[in-house]
């Protein structure tokens, strides 16, 4: 019964956070663009406006899928874990390491750069905040899909 709300707590924070990466990516962040016309200040505002309270939050996300995580891999090796079940973990855990350093950029090095940034290096910053915003889908995207094949391996 403890694997199975592990599993249901550890699956769900990881949709969770793949899902706002994922609207924000391709819903919130382009509408945001046309609604402002494009302007990078306007765009920079609203996004400043959206993005303020969110740190804490997706911290708390990241931190149940970790803690969960060692849980179930705790509990996964009590049962005997197979050398694939070790290597994906190992894998799931270097992914989620760093898409986590990747999220510590973004909150304590790139916003408070976004913050102070004249209006002419907004685009650049912006840009850089998609392709860090992009990886980090993938890295978590990917062990979201390692945790679902170990699952099943």
């Known amino acids: 019964m403890l694997t199975v709300v592990l599993l249901l707590v550890h699956a769900g924070v990881a949709a969770l956070w793949l899902g706002a990466m994922s609207y924000s990516l391709f819903v919130l962040q382009p509408k945001i663009a ?3 016309d494009g302007d990078p200040v306007r765009i920079e505002d609203a996004e400043r406006v959206l993005a303020n309270g969110n740190r804490r939050p997706v911290l ?3 931190t149940v899928l970790w803690l969960s995580g060692i849980a179930l891999t705790g509990l996964a090796a009590a049962d005997g874990l197979s050398t694939t079940g070790w290597l994906l973990v190992g894998i799931k855990a270097v992914l989620l390491a760093v898409a ?3 999220f510590w ?3 304590w090095r790139g916003w408070p750069r976004r913050v102070f940034a004249l ?3 907004l685009p650049g910053l912006r840009r850089r905040f998609r392709l860090v915003a992009f990886a980090m889908l993938a890295l978590v995207g990917a062990a979201a899909v390692l945790g679902f ?3 099943h391996a």
Request: glycine share 16%; with cysteine; aromatic share 6%.
């Open 100 to 102: 986590s350093g990747l």
């Open 119 to 121: 209006p002419a290096e």
């Open 105 to 107: 950029w973004v909150s």
């Open 34 to 36: 046309r609604m402002c």
């Open 149 to 151: 094949v170990g699952g």
């Open 60 to 62: 708390a996300l990241v």
